[in-house]
Nanobody, 121 residues
Framework: QVQLVESGGGLVQAGGSLRLSCAASGRTFSSYYMGWVRQAPGKERETVALINLSGALAYYTDSVKGRFTISRDNAKNTVYLQMNSLKPEDTAVYYC??????????????WGQGTQVTVSS
């Protein structure tokens, strides 16, 4: 069992930055691939970024490449999402999620409660 708690969301102007954090409970954090998934109103959930077990490999959806950076600290059981050059279309609820396979689509095993990110124009 893994419990995930996100923090760091909020309201920011276009062009600004936010850093999301996700703290995980349990001793098996390093056994999970960690992702940030967002859902905008009226849209399906999409994986924004995914990081492998060691933190050496990351996947990004095309719309955030060059602007977002995912990282993890296995000693602290925490995964981060640094979001720069934010755009209004980045507005969504952002979820931290854990899975046992390297795949940006499909089901995750565990989810956080989500944190709202709102980007004003």
């Amino acid at each position: 069992q893994v419990q995930l708690v996100e923090s760091g969301g909020g309201l920011v102007q276009a062009g600004g930055s936010l850093r999301l954090s996700c703290a995980a409970s349990g001793r098996t954090f390093s056994s999970y691939y960690m992702g940030w998934v967002r859902q905008a109103p009226g849209k399906e959930r999409e994986t924004v970024a995914l990081i492998n077990l060691s933190g050496a490999l990351a996947y990004y959806t095309d719309s955030v490449k060059g602007r977002f950076t995912i990282s993890r600290d296995n000693a602290k059981n925490t995964v981060y999402l640094q979001m720069n050059s934010l755009k209004p279309e980045d507005t969504a609820v952002y979820y931290c999620a854990a899975r046992r396979d390297w795949a940006p689509t499909g089901q995750y095993d565990y989810w956080g409660q989500g944190t709202q990110v709102t980007v004003s124009s």
